[in-house]
């Protein structure tokens, strides 16, 4: 069985940073791009990023361009998002997503606030 | 960037309805677009994928069409458990992008 598993949330102050981490199983987890989805409190779905399953081309939505940065470990089957710069507004749930966009992890909390 | 354009936004209806939601690309993104069903505190669970491909699991009483930009979610008839957040998904090219939602609500 398919299985993503992310780690990492937290309460951080604007301006700070946070490292969210996704552990995968189930797959080939280097033959797939993986997604970063968010969704702040009461709101709609918003993708945030993604990688190749080589780590070699990365994506990225604009209002995150900059301040966050995915990366991967093939050898360890985990996906990580790199945040800096931490807004009020990146205040979300954030899931990690396979490609093909059917699998996806539980989600874990990040909280913006002072 | 490709938007994506769902409606309605909220839809009241009765046990035993049959319903359909929509989803509007702005350009073509051929069948690469997922509907999902959303309920308060737990991640989306997929009901369709590649626009009319029925998720192991899932309840026949859901179907998606449409192919280009222009697609359909429907379900044949409520059930209880149908009350939920909807929404579409492309995924044919970066950035992908999602509707708005719709609230599906008890009439």
């Known amino acids: 069985e398919e299985q993503l598993l992310e780690s990492g949330g937290g309460l951080v102050q604007p301006g700070g940073s946070l490292r969210l981490s996704c552990a995968a199983s189930?797959?080939?987890?280097?033959?797939?791009?993986i997604s970063w989805v968010r969704q702040a409190p009461g709101k709609g779905l918003e993708w945030v990023s993604a990688?190749?399953?080589?780590?070699?081309?990365?994506y990225y939505e604009d209002s995150v361009k900059g301040r966050f940065t995915i990366s991967r470990d093939n050898s360890k089957n985990t996906l990580y998002l790199q945040m800096d710069s931490l807004r009020v507004e990146d205040t979300a749930v954030y899931y990690c997503?396979?490609?093909?966009?059917?699998?996806w992890g539980q989600g874990t909390l990040v909280t913006v606030s002072s | 960037d490709i938007q994506m354009t769902q409606s309605p936004s909220t839809l009241s209806a009765s046990v035993g309805d049959r319903v359909t939601i929509t989803c509007r690309a702005s350009?073509?993104?051929?069948?690469?677009l997922a509907w999902y069903q959303q309920k308060p505190g737990k991640a989306p669970k997929v009901l369709i994928y590649?626009?009319?491909s029925l998720e192991s699991g899932v309840p026949s009483r859901f179907s998606g069409s449409g192919s280009g930009t222009d697609f359909t979610l429907t379900i044949s008839s409520l059930q209880p458990d149908d009350f939920a957040t909807y929404y579409c998904?492309?995924?044919?090219?970066?950035?992908?992008?999602f509707g708005q939602g719709t609230k599906l609500e008890i009439k």
């Open positions: 189930g797959f080939t987890f280097s033959n797939y791009v």
């Open positions: 990688i190749r399953g080589s780590g070699d081309i990365t």
């Open positions: 997503v396979k490609e093909g966009q059917r699998t």
């Open positions: 998904h492309q995924y044919s090219s970066f950035p992908y992008t």
């Open positions: 350009q073509s993104i051929s069948i690469w």
């Open positions: 590649k626009a009319s």
